[in-house]
């Protein structure tokens, strides 16, 4: 026609388009829809599969410990009953185990290294407490007070604690004559 | 280099609009339908059916199918003929119930409803009282620096009475156009300045084409004189009177005189001889439209079914 683009005057209501662009955007869509379905139906079934064995093995794992919580409960119980009953006998089995093994050479080494020269030891009284420590009742005499003072700082420093000085006299040459307790407690 | 033709085929595949199943022509006095195989672009079979006068009245403001229930069994039988139980349409719809207007706009830069607003206003110069319904269509041509607007108007009330009409045959009327308009689609390329003649039995369209451009369309309610035993010449007389008096308007308008004319008939019975008549007397080179249809319809049918194969091209 005369070089001229044809007349496509159309008075039509719902004219003719050209659908064909939508249709195939449709298909397109339609087909990814058709395998995200398929990857989704897959994925579901696969990860389905693999929940129920998870929550299988959970349960399994869940009984053990349910398992083991019973038999740790169980244990305890039997522990602690052993142990009440038992109680006694330990401790007294300790005591004398702690008696047996206490080193006397040590405690007395270490009062004479507390003790200052010049005084010294007239009596001990010795008696366990508990099964790890030891009450100490002893007399010194000491030439002055400051001998006194010096023997109370030493044991201070050493292992001795709740050092009390009970009784104070002075005998007939001046010499002061003390009696004082304090607990020796020492690691088996 | 053979990517750029696959190109214009994917690109005309998804951006034409897709030819109908079929074409369809209702006037005054007949109904004709062109079956066509999409794929090869052809026309596969066709109809024509005679209508008795009243069936279709055709008509700008005033109802046009008094009897719809015999126009839709002519059209039932028309789709059996041609072997279509449903699909899309092209329609050519009568003359007289479009009106069409060719106007020139400078304004080339003008937003799509700017150039409505332009149209419906100058359309309304010459058109006094436009009807509330009224349905507007334009095309533009470019014509050098300014733009030619082809603009058909048409009642929404007519327009739905043949939608409705093939919509209950299960045809949807997805393009409704004019027969003169659709001529225009099967002229020759670089042809010469020319006049389309359409002869309808009760309408006479002109359509004029100046240096590759529309420059004159125009349509005139016409009774031809068919009255038997009065000679052809005679008869032609008011119709001969019509066509000089659009090519003498023409030429005063367009200073150029125009040579050639297009002619098709709507009138089953004496189109071949108007054209020989019209040769006779004019000093024109007249030739028919049917001369334009490539594919045979047969038996001198393809002047008169013309408009359908416009459709086509």
């Known amino acids: 026609m005369m070089n001229m683009d044809k007349i496509r005057l159309n008075l039509a209501s719902r004219p003719q388009r050209n659908m064909r662009f939508y249709h195939a955007c449709l298909v397109v869509l339609v087909f990814i829809l058709v395998i995200l379905t398929f990857l989704a139906g897959f994925f579901f079934i696969k990860y389905g599969f693999k929940d129920r064995q998870a929550k299988s093995s959970l349960g399994t794992v869940e009984r053990q410990t349910q398992q083991a919580r019973a038999e740790e409960t169980q244990f305890k119980t039997r522990t602690d009953a052993v142990s009440k009953a038992e109680k006694g006998r330990v401790e007294l089995m300790n005591s004398i185990i702690f008696r047996k093994a206490f080193s006397w050479n040590a405690l007395l080494s270490e009062l004479e290294s507390a003790l200052p020269d010049p005084s010294y030891i007239t009596s001990l009284a010795p008696s366990f407490v508990g099964e790890a420590s030891l009450d100490l009742r002893i007399k010194v005499v000491s030439k002055s007070l400051d001998d006194l003072l010096a023997l109370i700082n030493n044991l201070n420093s050493r292992n001795f604690k709740r050092i009390r000085v009970e009784n104070e006299s002075a005998d007939e040459r001046g010499q002061l004559i003390t009696e004082i307790t304090f607990n020796y407690g020492r690691a088996l | ?313």
């Open chain 2, 1 to 313: 280099m053979k990517l750029l033709p696959e190109l214009k085929r994917l690109q005309d595949r998804f951006l034409e609009v897709p030819l109908p199943d079929a074409v369809f022509q209702v006037t005054a006095s007949h109904l004709s339908g062109l079956r066509i195989a999409p794929r090869e672009r052809r026309a596969a079979n066709h109809f024509i059916s005679r209508l008795r006068p009243g069936v279709v009245s055709p008509s700008f403001g005033r109802t046009n199918i008094p009897d719809v229930s015999l126009l839709e069994s002519k059209v039932r039988e028309g789709m059996a003929k041609i072997g279509l139980g449903q699909g899309t349409v092209a329609v050519l719809l009568p003359e007289l119930c479009v009106r069409v207007f060719i106007l020139n706009l400078d304004s080339a830069s003008l937003s799509q409803k700017e150039k409505e607003k332009i149209i419906r206003w100058r359309i309304g110069k010459q058109m006094p009282a436009v009807p509330e319904d009224a349905r507007f269509v334009f095309q533009e041509f470019p014509a050098g620096s300014s733009k030619r607007i082809v603009v058909a108007v048409s009642r929404g009330a007519v327009l739905q009475e043949y939608e409705g009409l093939f919509s209950r045959c299960q045809l949807a009327a997805g393009n409704l156009s004019l027969p003169s308009l659709s001529l225009i689609n099967l002229l020759p390329e670089a042809g010469e300045d020319t006049l389309v003649v359409n002869v309808e039995e009760d309408s006479l369209s002109f359509v004029a084409i100046i240096d590759s451009k529309l420059a004159l369309y125009r349509q005139k309610s016409f009774a031809f004189d068919q009255a038997p035993g009065k000679p052809l010449v005679q008869r032609l007389a008011g119709f001969l009177k019509e066509v000089e008096n659009t090519m003498h308007f023409l030429e005063d308008k367009e200073k150029k005189r125009i040579r050639s004319l297009w002619f098709r008939s709507g009138l089953p019975d004496a189109g071949v001889d108007i054209a020989s008549e019209l040769r006779r007397l004019l000093a024109l080179t007249v030739r028919e439209t049917g001369e334009l249809v490539t594919q045979g319809s047969g038996n001198g049918e393809s002047g008169l079914l013309s408009p359908l194969f416009g459709q086509l091209a």
